[in-house]
C-alpha cells in the first residue's frame, strides 16, 4: 500500500465515518495537534530520563492516540475509543504525585532549564493550542468532554513534570523578571 492516495489533493480528506471535510475544518485541528503533541513526547522520549518520567510519557503517548481516534469520530453514539475520564484520572494522580517534590511558585517562571524541561514546556503549549482547538470544535459540535478535559490535565502535567525534570538535575526554575526595557 502507497503512502500517498492523492485523496486529499484538493484539501479535503475522511473522518472515522467517511464523512469527507476540509483540512481546516476545526476536528482535523484538533487531532492534527493532538498528533504534533505526541510527536513532541517523542522527542522527549529520545533524551536521557528516568524510568518513571519515561513511563508516564510513553502512556500519554498511547493515550493521544485514543484522544485523535475519539476527535476524528463524529458519531458521539459510537463509543469506539473514547477518552475517558479514568485517562483523566491517571493524569491527576500523577500530578498529585509529582507536585509535593516541587518548591512552591511564588512568581511565573520561564520555559527552560534542561533541554528536556525544555522540550516538555513545548509540548505543555501544544498541548494547550490542540484544548484551544478541541473548544473551538465544541462550539459548533457535540464531542465527548473528556477529550477536552484530558488535553488541559496533560499541559498541567507537562509543566509538573519539566519542574520536576530541572528539580532532579539540580537547574533552578528560571523566574520570570519584569524588565523595564526603553529602546
Known amino acids: 500500500m502507497k503512502i500517498y492516495t492523492k485523496t486529499g489533493d484538493e484539501g479535503k480528506t475522511s473522518l472515522f465515518d467517511n464523512t469527507r471535510v476540509w483540512k481546516s475544518h476545526d476536528r482535523i485541528m484538533s487531532y492534527g495537534a493532538v ?105 459548533t459540535e457535540e464531542i465527548n468532554k473528556f477529550a477536552g478535559i484530558y488535553l488541559n490535565r496533560v499541559s498541567d502535567l507537562m509543566f509538573v513534570l519539566a519542574r520536576i525534570v530541572n528539580h532532579r538535575k539540580n537547574i533552578p526554575d528560571v523566574v520570570w523578571t519584569p524588565l523595564n526595557n526603553t529602546l
Open 35 to 139: 498528533d504534533e503533541l505526541n510527536s513532541s513526547i517523542g522527542i522527549a522520549l529520545s533524551l536521557e530520563l528516568d524510568d518513571e518520567i519515561k513511563e508516564i510519557l510513553v502512556k500519554i503517548q498511547n493515550d493521544l492516540f485514543v484522544v485523535g481516534s475519539d476527535l476524528a469520530n463524529p458519531d458521539i453514539s459510537n463509543k469506539t475509543t473514547r477518552t475517558t475520564e479514568e485517562m483523566v484520572t491517571f493524569l491527576e494522580d500523577k500530578i498529585d504525585l509529582l507536585e509535593p517534590q516541587l518548591s512552591e511558585l511564588t512568581s511565573f517562571i520561564l520555559p527552560g532549564g534542561s533541554l528536556l524541561a525544555s522540550i516538555l514546556h513545548l509540548s505543555r503549549t501544544i498541548s494547550r493550542r490542540a484544548e484551544t482547538h478541541v473548544v473551538s470544535l465544541l462550539r
